[in-house]
């Protein structure tokens, strides 16, 4: 009964992947809730990463794989503008942890089929948030 309560009670090591705008929203919803727990944040550059990071009192890097490899975390949010998501999401993914995308799944339909076939390999759940950004009036 008690391991039961001790695994009821651990909250959920998210790390985000992203330092920009919605990387930041990101973060600061995962840090803010009692099931989650922010464990580090991804992102390109050094001085914005460090920002965010030291903002919610969290490790940051710049190479993915290295943090995957030191923080371990359950889950993994990226949100990193559609072109550049291609590579840090096939890493998530061989590295088997869920995932979630912000952005579209891929930029190119190529990288998008790559990506679904791998996480199918290796069994990755993988949740993908799209908005309607653009409207096209009807003729």
């Known amino acids: ?19 920009g705008g919605w990387g930041y929203q990101h973060a600061r919803a995962f840090w803010s ?6 464990a580090a944040i991804v992102g390109r550059t050094a001085q914005r990463t460090q920002e965010r990071a030291d903002a919610f009192r969290v490790p940051w890097y710049l190479d993915v ?4 490899e030191k923080e371990k975390p359950d889950f993994v949010s990226v949100c990193l503008p559609a072109q550049h998501t291609f590579e840090a999401t096939m890493t998530v993914i ?3 942890i869920p995932l979630m995308s912000e952005k579209s799944l891929a930029y190119r339909l190529e990288e998008a089929r790559e990506l679904t076939a791998r996480a199918e390999e290796y069994a990755a759940i993988e949740s993908f948030q799209t908005g309607r950004r653009i409207e096209v009036k009807a003729d």
Request: glycine share 6%; charged share 40%; net charge positive.
């Open 33 to 38: 809730r009692k099931d989650t727990q922010l």
């Open 94 to 96: 061989e590295a088997g």
């Open 65 to 68: 794989r290295e943090m995957l």
């Open 1 to 19: 009964m008690l391991e039961e309560n001790k695994q009821q009670s651990k909250r959920l090591r998210v790390a985000v992947i992203g330092a």
